[in-house]
């Protein structure tokens, strides 16, 4: 069974910094492409950042040189680390596994920004 268990959200200051993990169980995790999404009330649910099995990177345009993607194969976990935060960055963060064939989601944790 397929497990992605996100953790470290909360409240936070902008300005402040957070740092999420998802956790992977159930798949050979260096051998899939792992991201960070996000999703605001009333909005979409949208790419934040994307690390690839080899280890390139992508960013959303609202994160890039804020927010790092990072993972380590011999912990099967994926983080995101999160500065310089602002309010519209709050959301709940879901963690996604992808191979290509197969896409699995986590059940996401709640980041808030707010003073």
Same mark, same amino acid.
């Given at each position: 069974? @397929?497990? +992605? @268990?996100?953790?470290?959200?909360?409240l936070?200051?902008?300005? #402040? &910094?957070l740092?999420? /993990?998802?956790?992977? $169980? #159930?798949?050979?995790? $260096?051998?899939?492409? =792992? #991201?960070?999404?996000?999703? *605001?009330?009333?909005?979409?649910?949208? =790419?934040? *950042?994307?690390?690839? &099995?080899?280890? &390139? %990177?992508?960013? *959303?345009?609202s994160?890039?040189?804020?927010?790092?993607?990072?993972?380590?194969?011999?912990?099967? %976990?994926?983080? +995101?680390?999160?500065? /310089? +935060?602002?309010?519209?960055? $709050?959301?709940?963060?879901?963690?996604?596994?992808? /191979?290509?064939?197969?896409?699995?989601?986590?059940?996401?944790?709640?980041?808030?920004? $707010? /003073?």
């Amino acid at each position: 069974q @397929v497990q +992605l @268990v996100e953790s470290g959200g909360g409240l936070v200051q902008p300005g #402040g &910094s957070l740092r999420v /993990s998802c956790a992977a $169980s #159930g798949i050979i995790f $260096s051998r899939y492409n =792992m #991201g960070w999404y996000r999703q *605001a009330p009333g909005n979409q649910r949208e =790419m934040v *950042a994307r690390i690839t &099995s080899g280890g &390139s %990177t992508n960013y *959303a345009d609202s994160v890039k040189g804020r927010f790092t993607i990072s993972r380590d194969n011999t912990k099967r %976990t994926v983080y +995101l680390q999160m500065n /310089s +935060l602002k309010p519209e960055d $709050s959301a709940v963060y879901y963690c996604n596994a992808g /191979s290509g064939l197969r896409d699995y989601w986590g059940k996401g944790t709640l980041v808030t920004v $707010s /003073s």
